[in-house]
């Protein structure tokens, strides 16, 4: 608890190019979240050098990540929005984590295995350890709900297991957080390949709208979308297409699926995908006027970058100096 509110922390990589679902599926949500808990979202760089990166490229994706988030409508007075690498209390976490954690439990790790088979020739300790890191950021600022994907929950249960481990030794250290899973309607899926999550990593650039999309490549991905031969703007489980043009349609626009299936009754494929790209050019052009707004304001981010990182840093070492006094490091001298 911070004044009275629960705690709420996420996080997000800065690679790839963020993508409608990530929108849709996270940041939207997180808008909704920040009045109720307090919150800490995060650009989480460490976790990214788990893969090789190009350091540029990293550094200036992690500040458009950043700036993103405050462009999505994220208060940066109310959320604290930083770069996990500027709090290093995340790494020391880590590292004491890391000695409460077996082998055993981390090699039980779905996305383990998964990026090891995707990156065979760099199958690093940091690839391993990654949950350990990710228990650190969560536990860090005791929070009470974590926002994840269906993909995450598997980590968010071995942070658990850490903390729970970790407490029943030293007693009520860690407060055990809970997922926090959005409404279901909002996993959007390929646009290619519908039984597929839209990735930023997909190779298909079809198959995914990027935030940063402009309105013609919108229209024409929507126009190209996968869809059926029925022909008929239906909700049901065998048009997955349509499934998840309707779901897109009715989280850009707050329609019900009833009544946008009302809505396109008696008519084609064509006119329903045009309204599609439209509504979600509606929410991504004004988006993107606000991040280029606020990425030319140099000065400004400057100041919440050192602001929050100073805020995720008072809350994130009071947890670590517990943590060390517990395991028995001594006593700093003053
Ligand atoms: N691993 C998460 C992802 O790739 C990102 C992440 C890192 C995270 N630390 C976190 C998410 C803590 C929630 C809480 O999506």
């Not at 943590?323 to 028995?328: A, H, S």
């Amino acid at each position: 608890m911070i004044d009275d509110k629960k705690v709420l922390f996420s996080g997000m990589q800065a690679t790839g190019n963020l993508t409608l679902g990530n929108y849709l599926g996270a940041l939207k949500n997180w808008l909704t979240l920040s009045d109720e808990y307090e919150c800490f979202y995060s650009v989480v760089d460490l976790h990214s050098i788990t893969v090789r990166q190009d350091p540029a490229e990293l550094r200036s994706r992690a500040r458009k990540l950043l700036t993103l988030y405050i462009a999505a409508g994220l208060d940066p007075k109310k959320n604290c929005i930083y770069y996990q690498s500027h709090v290093s209390a995340h790494a020391e976490l880590s590292w004491i984590l890391n000695c409460f954690t077996y082998m055993g439990e981390l090699n039980r790790m779905t996305q383990f295995k998964d990026k090891s088979a995707k990156h065979a020739d760099n199958i690093n300790a940091g690839l391993f350890t990654y949950p350990v890191l990710m228990a650190a950021d969560i536990l860090l600022y005791q929070a009470d709900v974590v926002p994840v994907g269906k993909d995450q929950l598997q980590h968010l249960e071995i942070t658990r297991d850490i903390a729970q481990r970790f407490n029943a030794i030293y007693g009520d250290v860690f407060t055990i957080p809970e997922p926090y899973l959005g409404k279901s309607g909002a996993k959007i899926m390929s646009l290619q390949d519908p039984t597929k999550k839209m990735s930023k990593s997909d190779e298909n650039v079809n198959a995914s709208i990027y935030l940063m999309d402009d309105k013609d490549t919108i229209i024409r991905k929507f126009k190209r979308a996968v869809t059926d031969s029925d022909g008929c703007v239906a909700y049901n489980d065998t048009q997955i297409g349509i499934h998840n043009l309707i779901d897109i349609y009715s989280a850009c626009t707050g329609k019900t699926p009833e009544e946008i299936v009302k809505e396109f009754d008696g008519k084609g494929y064509g006119d329903f995908k045009l309204a599609v790209g439209e509504s979600v050019a509606d929410i991504l052009m004004p988006l993107q006027e606000r991040f280029h707004q606020l990425e030319k304001d140099k000065a400004y981010i400057d100041g919440i970058i050192k602001e929050n990182a100073e805020k995720a840093g008072y809350f994130a070492n009071k947890t670590l100096r517990k943590v060390q006094k517990k395991v028995g490091f001594p006593e700093r001298i003053r």
